[in-house]
Nanobody
């Protein structure tokens, strides 16, 4: 299983970015797909989840600003990030959790929010 993230970059406060994560090597239709992030000096934290059943959940700090979605083919998951704040600066990681609870991770993509 391989996960490849893209879409990170430098954006000004209040701006938007869309992250993508494309998976290969499995049928991701049955996987929960998640986004996590890790800021410098901090532990990795949960950002958003899209379950195999189509439900979504978000960390409190991103609710109303971030939207997770999955492409119809189910092997690509997106994270639309609006109204970005400097505290959103982090490396963002894609995570896929298999039906038997095995975790797979992407290599991460850097998001920097700064003026």
């Amino acid at each position: 299983v391989q996960l490849v993230e893209s879409g990170g970059g430098l954006v000004q406060p209040g701006g938007s970015l869309r992250l993508s994560c494309t998976g290969s090597g499995a049928d991701f239709y049955f996987y929960n797909m998640n986004w996590y992030r890790q800021a410098p000096g901090k532990e990795r934290e949960f950002v958003a989840e899209n379950t195999a059943g189509g439900n979504s959940a978000y960390a409190e700090g991103v609710k109303g600003r971030f939207t997770i979605s999955r492409a119809s083919g189910a092997n690509t998951v997106y994270l639309q990030m609006n109204s970005l704040k400097p505290e959103d600066t982090a490396v963002y990681y894609c995570n896929a959790k298999s039906p038997n609870m095995v975790d797979y991770w992407g290599q991460g993509t850097q998001v920097t929010v700064s003026s």
